[in-house]
């Protein structure tokens, strides 16, 4: 069991023989065909775990949203997508072979209900509503598609951290969550972060460090419940 | 007057003694903490129209949305904003000392009415609608600000672009705009672009090239037609 820690957290093929899928990034929707309404995730926690994963010896297939990144050193494959919707689409397709998901992206709650084919034009004074439809719930489609799948899942919160992360692991019966605060210079868009994890029965905190520290951690942590999980 | 077209074209100190402030990128409008309505402008043709000014002598100002791009060379002062209003102040606030304003940002028509102060969380079910207010239109507000600066606008259109320039041109008073179709692998996000220029009582094409060509063909024609209404 000690030796199974250091392997984890020495990233040393604690992952060697699992395929591993990993999401990252915001997502986009498109309103019409210049605008869209998107988040503030910059992809770089994601891409710390897909590479975190490689170092440890999964087979790593990156499903990216948006983002201006280069591929993380090591992974087998990158599929990069724009909206919540292709996002599912290809998370889906690539789940039925993996052993492990690691949902880092954030999926975009809401796309418009309609996209314009053409640009949306100034209409002086009248009033201007934008109508939302709800996006589909790519962990909660994943689990019912890859019923043996290990499954992480992200919360970025700016309130109440703790208490929607716990209840976001039981509602989705996910095997383990990171939740982080974003805001003040920690989460979407900075170098740093710090995470807290949160599985049935147990948790730990992950406390500031650099994104790619925090994902070697987190990568450990996931190893050692995966062999738990599955022993 | 061959020598002044011939010195324009090559850029060779055409701007000389000039201030020109230059906006360029997207706008992003927060609808909470994490999620914005934003646009596809990448900033590559505001920022290769800075460095052509740049390079033309002038002392260059350059007011840009959220972008991720190195500074061009040779400006003299950048000034990074995120939403409408903040861009709205940053190139009043720099409109004053200004002989040339040359709008290439794509400022966003509209802004979330309410922004709220935490992530939005879903609703179950509930239909959902944005509500939006129009943003200040900023070449209005600067003309106003600035009578005497020689204006050049943009518009980045999907659908009958050059009406909607010439009416854009004689609305705003403008004594320049440059015109693009966007998509089909031209303007936003794309490396090439092609520019149609007018100005009352004339216009120019400049066909598809690169955005840094295109720059400073553009930046030798308002030099020049700078000359003319001056002179």
Known sequence: ELRDALAGSFGDGALAGL??????????????PVRFIGNRSSGRMGFAVAEAAASAGAQVTLVAGPVSLPSPAGIARRLDVRSAAQMREAVLG?????????????VGDYRPAQVASRKLKKRDGAPLVLDLAENPDILKD?????????????AAETHDVAAYAQDKLARKGLDMIAANRVGEGLGFEAD????????????????????????????????????????
């Open 142 to 154: 994943l689990a019912a598609a890859s019923p043996h799948a290990f499954l992480v899942g992200f």
């Open 192 to 231: 740093d972060n710090a995470l807290s994890l949160y599985w049935p029965g147990g948790g730990e905190e992950l406390p500031r460090a650099s994104k790619r520290a925090l994902a070697a951690r987190l990568i450990a942590r996931v190893a050692e419940r995966y062999r738990m999980a599955r022993s």
């Open 94 to 106: 690539a789940a039925a072979s993996a052993d492990i998901y690691i949902g880092a992206a954030a």
């Open 19 to 32: 395929r591993v899928l990993v999401s990252a990034g915001p997502t986009y929707e498109d309103i019409d």
